[in-house]
């Protein structure tokens, strides 16, 4: 018969405490509530009142949160509001998925969705990536993982906007819907050097 000392089972009730700690920090939900400015970067605009980080679901609702710098967020949930501004944000976690449901893509910013990162396009809202103020320039979205796509939206472009699916980059239309121009600015570009498949449809 095994005895365990008061200490080791202090020991083990400390690593379930912090593992329980880990486990609850693993995926926090933080939304955009904008108090002064739009800015991204100030963990003021965000409930709880902290910085996203690669842990961390960034829900953006309503508004337009401006990226300005080079900001790195485990995923995102636009369900509602736009992402706006100059900078590139890249999605990293590889453990749970972003969303994109409604809402846009503004400004000349870059959203980069990371190695072994799935970004899914779902719900019959059409998905908009543009600038918006001016004809060319409009938001790029880089693939370096994957990209589903679904449900009964378009995804359109203007301004120029781009979509860059890289080697590594994997694109699933699973629907049948237009992949095209707004009409407004300059006509986006699809680049592709990774795999694009289509699984619905005839196109």
Same mark, same amino acid.
């Given at each position: 018969?095994?005895?365990?000392?008061?200490?080791?089972? @202090?020991?083990?009730?400390?690593?379930?405490?912090?593992?329980?700690? &880990?486990?609850?920090?693993?995926? +926090?939900?933080? +939304?955009?509530?904008?108090?002064? @400015?739009?800015? #991204?970067?100030?963990?003021?605009? #965000? +409930?709880?009142?902290?910085?996203?980080?690669?842990?961390?679901?960034?829900?953006?609702?309503?508004?337009?949160?401006?990226?300005?710098?080079?900001?790195?967020?485990?995923?995102?949930?636009? &369900?509602?509001?736009?992402?706006?501004?100059?900078?590139?944000?890249?999605?990293? @976690? %590889?453990?749970?998925?972003?969303? #994109?449901?409604?809402?846009?893509? %503004?400004?000349?910013?870059?959203?980069?969705?990371?190695?072994?990162?799935? !970004?899914? !396009? +779902? /719900?019959?809202?059409?998905?908009?990536?543009?600038?918006?103020?001016?004809?060319?320039? /409009?938001?790029?979205?880089?693939?370096?993982? &994957?990209? %589903? #796509?679904?449900? /009964?939206?378009?995804?359109?472009?203007?301004?120029?906007?781009?979509?860059?699916?890289? @080697?590594?980059?994997?694109?699933?239309?699973?629907?049948?819907?237009?992949?095209?121009? %707004?009409?407004?600015?300059?006509?986006?570009?699809?680049?592709?050097?990774?795999?694009?498949?289509?699984?619905? /449809?005839?196109?």
């Amino acid at each position: 018969m095994s005895v365990r000392s008061p200490l080791s089972r @202090s020991v083990c009730a400390f690593g379930v405490a912090v593992s329980l700690a &880990t486990l609850a920090r693993a995926q +926090t939900l933080l +939304t955009f509530s904008p108090t002064v @400015s739009p800015a #991204w970067e100030s963990g003021a605009n #965000w +409930t709880p009142q902290q910085l996203p980080g690669g842990s961390d679901i960034a829900a953006i609702l309503t508004g337009t949160v401006g990226v300005n710098a080079t900001p790195s967020v485990g995923g995102i949930a636009l &369900t509602g509001g736009n992402i706006g501004g100059n900078g590139t944000l890249t999605l990293t @976690s %590889t453990t749970f998925n972003s969303s #994109w449901t409604n809402g846009m893509l %503004t400004g000349g910013g870059t959203l980069v969705i990371g190695l072994n990162h799935t !970004l899914a !396009l +779902t /719900g019959a809202d059409n998905k908009v990536y543009t600038h918006g103020s001016q004809g060319f320039g /409009g938001h790029v979205i880089r693939n370096q993982g &994957t990209i %589903t #796509w679904a449900g /009964g939206g378009n995804l359109l472009a203007g301004d120029g906007g781009a979509i860059i699916n890289e @080697s590594t980059g994997v694109f699933r239309a699973n629907n049948d819907q237009v992949l095209g121009w %707004t009409t407004a600015g300059n006509s986006p570009t699809f680049s592709n050097a990774g795999l694009f498949q289509k699984s619905a /449809g005839v196109g």
